[in-house]
């Protein structure tokens, strides 16, 4: 077993790690008191994690970006279907 790991590997597990501080300095903001350092420290592991391109976070926001247009037009879509049959009616007539 290799003491060096892959740096896509070491940047997911400052993902986790950033992820867990986040977590353990909510619990001490809501039972003591506003860690402050503790929140520093959250967001520059986050950010480390996150302008890696190994990672791939801007490629998850791309898709999502993505899959919010497409469900949007196809929302418009509905929308117009809904507005031409309500003008066509049952005692209306189109050409």
């Known amino acids: 077993m290799s003491i060096y790991r892959a740096p896509s590997e070491r940047k997911f597990v ?3 790690e950033s992820l867990a501080l986040l977590g353990l300095s909510l ?3 809501y039972v003591h008191h506003p860690p402050i350092i503790l929140w520093i420290f959250t967001m520059a592991t986050l950010a480390s994690a ?3 391109d190994e990672l791939g976070l801007v490629q998850y926001w ?3 970006k993505n899959y919010w247009s497409e469900f949007k037009d196809q929302e ?3 929308e117009q279907a809904i ?3 309500a003008n066509v009616g049952p005692n209306k007539v189109s050409f």
């Open 76 to 78: 418009e879509i509905g």
């Open 14 to 16: 400052w993902l986790l």
């Open 27 to 29: 619990i001490l903001y």
């Open 83 to 85: 507005v031409s049959e």
């Open 62 to 64: 791309e898709m999502l």
């Open 50 to 52: 996150m302008l890696s």
